[in-house]
């Protein structure tokens, strides 16, 4: 019985797979066959390694990690899919990116990205998306973004009112937070003032600066940034 | 008239008790339990470890340092850095994998003064309600 395995359509993962398979353990030979005889002088060609390396790096489809906004369950999805359902909750989960730009006064949830564009504001009402980019008013409701929410220079907002896992603040944005607030990553290019602690890493930009308290395992400042801070940074592993 | 291209090194096999000072270049890879006053650059090595104060015009930190650093110029903190104390420049650089403990008052953009207090502690809010509390993580409590 043979093993070998006879495919009329190769589709994205096969050849990702087949890459895979040669490059850990080289080209198939029959057993009979005589090893191949090097010339003396001959070296493989990088080329045959390179286009592996870049077939096996961009074949492989994206996987999207996604927040269920009607249960609160986390799974993945891998690459593009037409309708999104929740495996715990069997709900159909909305997709799509909005922008909002005028006066919003209803709750949005999708999984995808919301913008709070410069015109919008919100008055009342739920935004929860993946990532949710604010540069426009909020008046009321909550913002909740199940990853990254960037904080640009017109936006207007009651800090208490937002929710994320990573902080961005936008160049030219200030943006002061009361309490202690809990982030993953934050990144700061614009001013970041508060008290934080970060389970991730913080980066002060060039140009950006971070003032108050941090508490986190990594800290990154690119020369130009401005730090003026009670600084706990303990790499894990370290006392 | 000292050479403005000589750099004194203090090796890692060497242990001061006591405060430096020069105007020229500074390297130390050994121990110095005092201060370092230094007109010129610095370099904390890897192995270096210093109990005291530095005054230096700019300085890379590579090694442990248990003081305050002031620097007219720059601190250039590299990923194996463990600074215990305060930090006052006009730049800085750090690199992931520090650790510091400490206050830093550092505006590139505003006058830094090297006397300059460091930032004085953000005000503790009246402790948050449970709602409040869990800001920035409630929405993944159910992970």
Known sequence: MSALRKSTEVDSLSLVRAVRHARTTGPDTPPSAPPPEKPPDSTPPPESKERAARIGRTALPPKNEIFCYECGYSFQATGRVHALLCPKCKKTLDQADYTIDAECAESVRTTGNIRLAAGGVLKSGALIARDIVLAGRIEGGTVKATRRIEIEPAAVYDPDLLAAQDLTVAAGAECRFKGKRLFRHIDVRGVLDGHFAASGGVTVHAGGHLKGRLQGPHLVVEEGGGLTAELEITPPGTK | ?143
């Open chain 2, 1 to 143: 008239m000292p050479n403005e291209n000589s750099q004194t090194i203090i090796s890692s096999d060497v242990q001061i008790t006591g405060t430096i000072k020069s105007t020229g270049p500074v390297r130390i890879d050994g121990k110095l339990e005092g201060d370092l006053v230094c007109a010129a650059d610095a370099v904390i090595g890897r192995s270096a470890v210093i109990k005291g104060g530095l005054q230096v015009n700019s300085v890379v930190i590579e090694g442990t340092i248990q003081g305050n650093i002031t620097a007219k110029d720059k601190i250039d903190m590299k990923s194996t850095a463990k600074v215990h104390g305060d930090i006052s420049a006009k730049r800085l650089a750090v690199e992931d994998g520090v650790t510091f403990i400490g206050r830093s008052e550092v505006n590139p953009t505003g006058s830094a003064s090297a006397s300059a207090p460091a930032a004085a502690p953000v005000s503790e809010t009246p402790p948050a309600s449970p709602a409040q509390d869990n800001k920035g993580g409630g929405l993944f409590g159910r992970r």
